[in-house]
Nanobody, 124 residues
Framework: QVQLVESGGGLAQAGGSLRLSCAASGRAFSQYTMGWFRQTPGKEREFVAA????????GYTDSVKGRFTVSRDNIKNTMYLQMNSLKPDDTAVYYCAAKGSYAIYDKDYQYDYWGQGTQVTVSS
């Protein structure tokens, strides 16, 4: 089992930056594909980015390509999401998730473990 805790959310102005972290504990972090999702009230959870277990492949939803970067540190058992050029549409609760397999997964039902989420609010 893997426990996930997100941090780094908060308030940013449009055009600004935030870096989210997802700290993992439990079974070998380096064996898991990790993903970021986000959700706003009344909407389904949306895929944002994912990174494979060894970090050699990354995937992004179109709306964040060129602005967000997903990375991981398998020594620190932590995944990151660097968010630049933030827009008000990026406002959401951001969740990290883990999948015990090697691939880029972009559907929430494909993931096995979830964090509690961290709020990101971008003001215009």
């Amino acid at each position: 089992q893997v426990q996930l805790v997100e941090s780094g959310g908060g308030l940013a102005q449009a055009g600004g930056s935030l870096r989210l972290s997802c700290a993992a504990s439990g079974r070998a972090f380096s064996q898991y594909t990790m993903g970021w999702f986000r959700q706003t009230p009344g909407k389904e959870r949306e895929f944002v980015a994912a990174i494979t277990s060894n970090g050699d492949r990354r995937g992004y939803t179109d709306s964040v390509k060129g602005r967000f970067t997903v990375s991981r540190d398998n020594i620190k058992n932590t995944m990151y999401l660097q968010m630049n050029s933030l827009k008000p549409d990026d406002t959401a609760v951001y969740y990290c998730a883990a999948k015990g397999s090697y691939a880029i997964y972009d559907k929430d039902y494909q993931y096995d473990y979830w964090g509690q989420g961290t709020q990101v609010t971008v003001s215009s």
